[in-house]
């Protein structure tokens, strides 16, 4: 199962500080790179540059607001993202549940066979599992 995944989309959410800016964008219905900076522990300079970089990517979008610039969440890109999330996590998940599924067959092997071999068979298991599928 392979995932298409957009990196620098994923970089700019990566970044807590960008997290929280959203989160305060989505619950303020937009704001500035000023009164962000009065709601986080950066500078407005710093803010106005992580503004940049969400905006690069379509997070969000400024628009003039006298001489300062109003930005907003673009929902459509975020749902986009949260897709992505999600998709991958899928990925995730299914990798677990068959290496799950391994780990349960070697185990009733094991359990089949006894307590005397258990060392053996979990040997062989790592060095299968460190050359690859047969």
Known sequence: MSVVVDDDLWTA?????RRRMLDLLLA????????????LPVTRQAVAKHLG????????HGSAAGRERRY?????QLARAVAQLASVGAAWD???RRIKRLA???QRRVD??????RDAEVRGAEVRGA???R
């Not at 970089?53 to 969000?60: A, E, F, Q, S, W």
């Open 28 to 39: 303020e219905g937009g704001g500035t790179a000023t009164s962000l900076s009065e709601r």
């Open 131 to 133: 050359e690859g599928p």
């Open 53 to 60: 970089v969400l905006d690069r990517v379509g997070l969000v």
């Open 72 to 76: 907003r969440v673009d929902e459509v």
């Open 104 to 106: 349960e067959a070697i």
């Open 112 to 117: 089949s066979r006894g307590a005397g071999s």
């Open 94 to 96: 299914a990798r677990l």
């Open 13 to 17: 959410v990566g970044d807590p500080t």
